[in-house]
């Protein structure tokens, strides 16, 4: 599954990145950046449940 992040809803409050940091993380500017676009068998689940906690709803999963 491919993670998709809507960036223009994003406001990058690092909840994904204490679920995935695996995955997400701010960069310097307190920026959202990807670390990977897809998923793995050991992340899913963390992935998921960043996916679920995003305030804003900025992040997907899609085949």
Do not use: G
């Amino acid at each position: 599954m491919k993670i998709k992040v809507d960036f223009d809803l994003c406001e990058s409050n690092a909840l994904c990145e204490a679920l995935a940091p695996d995955v997400f993380e701010l960069d310097d500017d307190d920026y959202l950046q990807l670390k990977t676009e897809e998923t793995t068998p050991d992340n899913i689940e963390a992935v998921k449940r960043a996916v679920a906690a995003c305030p804003r709803a900025a992040i997907s999963l899609e085949d």
